[in-house]
């Protein structure tokens, strides 16, 4: 079992910045694959970024040039640097792991981004 644990979220302005992150803790061995999704009111839950273990990173498209996901090595920490805050990037976010072909999800943190 893996348990997920984010951090960071809030309230910021349009234009500015915020930094999530999720440690990982449990069975850390078995992750290959950490990553962000969110849902946003009335919509359905969309990837955000992932980080692969053998170092690729995926992005939405959304998301390309402001987000840059990362990850401590040796603390199993995932972090999500999240620049440029448009309004419509309000949402839950969730941190997620792939551990032996099964996904782990933490319990999710607000980003609300003003106009």
């Known amino acids: 079992q893996v348990q997920l644990a984010e951090s960071g979220g809030g309230v910021v302005q349009a234009g500015g910045s915020l930094r999530l992150s999720c440690a990982a803790s449990?069975?850390?061995?078995?992750?290959?694959?950490m990553g962000w999704y969110r849902r946003a009111p009335g919509k359905q839950r969309e990837l955000v970024a992932t980080?692969?273990?053998?170092?690729?990173?995926n992005y939405a498209d959304s998301v390309k040039g402001r987000f840059t996901i990362s990850r401590d090595n040796g603390k199993n920490t995932v972090h999500l640097q999240m620049n440029s805050l448009k309004p419509e990037d309000t949402a839950v976010y969730y941190c997620?792991?792939?551990?032996?072909?099964?996904?782990?999800w933490g319990q999710g943190t607000q980003v609300t981004v003003s106009s």
């Open positions: 449990g069975g850390i061995f078995s992750i290959n694959v």
């Open positions: 980080f692969s273990y053998g170092g690729s990173t």
């Open positions: 997620y792991a792939i551990g032996y072909g099964t996904d782990y």
